[in-house]
Every structure is written in C-alpha cells, then in structure tokens.
C-alpha cells in the first residue's frame, strides 16, 4: 500500500520561471487536492479534484497557478512567473469519495514540495 | 466561512506525562468533521484522530483521545503516556460534510516531549 507521493522534494528557482510539481495519489482515491503552506502556518487550501474534474479553486490561486489532472490519476500544479511570496511547501493530499456522495475517507497527505524562490 | 483557532503556539511536557492540546472552531454547520494532523520535523503530515459531530461519543486511538464539545465548539486532544516519537507540530482542522470537503486547519501547536 504505498502512500500519496511528490515529486520533486525541494525546487529552487529564480524569480520569473516557472515551476511544475507532480503529485501520485493512493491508487483507488478519487480526491486529490492541493494545498500551501508558510512557515509557521497551517496549510491552506488550493483547489481539489474530483477525478479529472477541477471542483473548486482557492482565491489563494492566482492566474499564474494552475493545477490538472488529466486522466483522473496524477496530478500537476505549475506556477508561472514565480515569485518571492511563492516560495512555500506545496502539499498534496488524496481521499475517496464514496458511493451516495459521502466522504468516507480522511485525508491522506504525501510529504510536499518545498518551494524557494530566489 | 469556517476558521479554527489554536491558542497555544508551543508546549512542552515531561516523557510519560499526560499533556492536552485546546482547539475551538466556528462554523453554522450541524454536520461536519474535525481531525488532528501530526506533522514531525521534516517529515510528512499524517493523521492523528478523526471525530465525526453527529458522534457524541469522544474518539480514541490508543494513547491519543478528544474532548469534543459540540455546543462549545471545542475539540482538546489529550495524549497520555507521552514519547519522544510525540515531538511534532499538531494541528487541528475542519471539514463541512457534503459539498466542500476541503480541511481548513489552525495555525499549529509545537509539542516538544522533554525525555
């Protein structure tokens, strides 16, 4: 049973590029959402999946940040043009909405993409 | 809008000792869950406990139990017999039931377990 994982671990990028991080969700979940967080702060919310489809966004997630999921499996959140108050961990977490709509599962969260933006 | 409020930045308590952690919320919502996350230093977030609110009865996984009062909309963890394996940041979070599943989390509580 392997777990929710990130690709990559750490980024280090300079002002003005643009950044792409993966996330693997459990094999059989079909949430998969995003969330940042600062340090010291507890995460935030991004924008979550439900299979492919995109559910909801954050206003937290501004033009230059999108995230898809094209196959209802991985998912990719690319920021563009960074910037300094970007730099975060970015974390990835999975659950499974069950039959009748009901969130029968918690969320299960992989280890981050810790961002730094020179 | 929800938000979760976690009064105490940092604690630290004794090896084998009891220590609680507060957390208090707001939210109109009559259904809903509250969760708390471990996050040890460098290391993932993962889940501590789970507390449905149509449960009155108070959730317990092993060493770890809550204090959930619903009227109050307060939600203490208590971990008893403390580890070292404890030390990690704690933090509470709300999920509304149906629609909009997302966790809104508190700002985190430092246990440090002294050995």
């Known amino acids: 049973d392997t777990g929710v994982s990130q690709d990559p671990r750490h980024k280090i990028t300079k002002r003005g590029q643009n950044v792409t991080f993966r996330c693997d969700p459990i094999s059989e979940h079909n949430r998969l959402y995003w969330y940042r967080q600062t340090l010291g702060q507890g995460p935030e919310f991004l924008t979550y999946?439900?299979?492919?489809?995109?559910?909801?966004k954050s206003r937290l997630l501004s033009d230059r940040f999108s995230a898809e999921r094209p196959k209802g499996s991985f998912s990719t959140l690319e920021i563009q043009r960074t910037e300094q108050g970007d730099s975060a961990m970015y974390l990835c977490?999975?659950?499974?909405?069950?039959?009748?709509?009901?969130?029968?599962?918690?969320?299960?969260f992989g280890p981050g993409t810790r961002l730094t933006v020179l | 809008a929800q938000t979760v409020t976690q009064s105490q930045p940092e604690m630290s308590v004794q090896e084998a000792e009891t220590v609680t952690l507060s957390c208090t919320y707001d939210t109109s919502e009559n259904n809903y869950y509250l969760f708390w996350y471990k996050q040890p230093p460098s290391r993932q977030m993962i889940l501590v406990i789970r507390q449905e609110a149509y449960k009155q009865q108070n959730a317990t996984e092993n060493r770890f139990s809550v204090n959930f009062q619903k009227a109050a909309k307060s939600f203490s963890l208590k971990i008893s017999d403390s580890q070292l394996g404890d030390t990690a940041m704690y933090f509470c979070a709300f999920m509304k039931d149906f629609g909009n599943e997302k966790l809104t989390f508190g700002t985190g509580t430092r246990l440090t377990i002294i050995p």
């Open positions: 977490a999975s659950s499974l909405l069950g039959s009748g709509g009901v969130n029968t599962d918690t969320q299960y």
């Open positions: 999946f439900q299979n492919e489809a995109q559910l909801e």
